[in-house]
């Protein structure tokens, strides 16, 4: 089992849709928990970055993390074409200095 | 400011050949990690270089990939003997603290190409 899961879509939503992005773990010492939006033939940027369980809301971005079942979201509102990249769950846990990766969602917003 | 940049942002070369791929991170950054992305797959960790000391190689695949960084600053991944499976995209992302609560920010890439 990879210690990140995460589907790889493609996904295709119209234009204000509400967005749904998940990604599930296997290891309970995870700890820290970041989504990352990358858009094409770009680095990753950071989007939201979380340490516990619960949800936490920035403009029309939303993180969940659910510790007790390994599985966290990242929910988009009202979605713009703008929107449309790859995004790629993070996690990591108290002791490694690295981060382990899912292979990414690719979102495409359509106007 | 000036973000991590990375050269060549394309190289393809022949199997067989070395390759040194450079990352300059954003300067006052102490953290520098070197990560690959291969199509349809998440990134994988290479290296991890934090201050002065020993950098961490746990994630390079073989020994034909090495890394070094200079002064604390300027990073140099070299692949030797390259191979087809070598082709992806490989990300240098810098960040100021290390551990948990570091943002990495993250170069545009350099694109390899193995023939």
């Known amino acids: 089992q990879k210690e990140v899961e995460q589907d790889p879509g493609p996904l295709s939503v119209p234009e204000g849709a509400i967005v749904s992005l998940n990604c599930t773990y296997s290891?309970?010492?995870?700890?820290?928990f970041m989504w990352y939006r990358q858009y094409s033939r770009k680095g990753p940027e950071l989007l939201m970055y979380t340490y516990s369980s619960g949800n936490k809301e920035d403009g029309r971005f939303t993180a969940q993390v659910d510790k007790s079942s390994k599985y966290i979201s990242l929910f988009i509102r009202d979605s713009q074409p703008s929107d449309s990249a790859t995004y790629l769950c993070?996690?990591?846990?108290?002791?490694?200095?690295?981060?382990?990766f899912g292979p990414g969602t690719r979102l495409s917003v359509l106007p | 400011g000036a973000g991590v940049s990375q050269s060549p942002s394309n190289k393809v070369t022949e199997k067989g050949k070395d390759v040194e791929l450079r990352c300059d991170p954003i300067s006052g950054h102490t953290a520098l990690y070197w990560y690959r992305q291969s199509l349809g797959q998440g990134l994988e960790f290479l290296i991890y270089?934090?201050?002065?000391?020993?950098?961490?190689k746990s994630g390079l695949p073989s020994d034909r990939f090495s890394a070094e960084r200079t002064g604390g600053s300027v990073s140099t991944l070299t692949i030797q003997r390259t191979q087809q499976e070598d082709s992806a995209v490989y990300l240098c992302a810098s960040s100021l603290l290390a551990g948990g609560h570091g943002t990495q920010y993250f170069g545009p890439g350099t694109r390899l190409l193995v023939l």
């Open positions: 993070a996690i990591r846990d108290n002791y490694g200095q690295n981060f382990v």
């Open positions: 290891n309970s010492a995870f700890q820290y």
């Open positions: 270089f934090q201050g002065n000391s020993a950098p961490d």
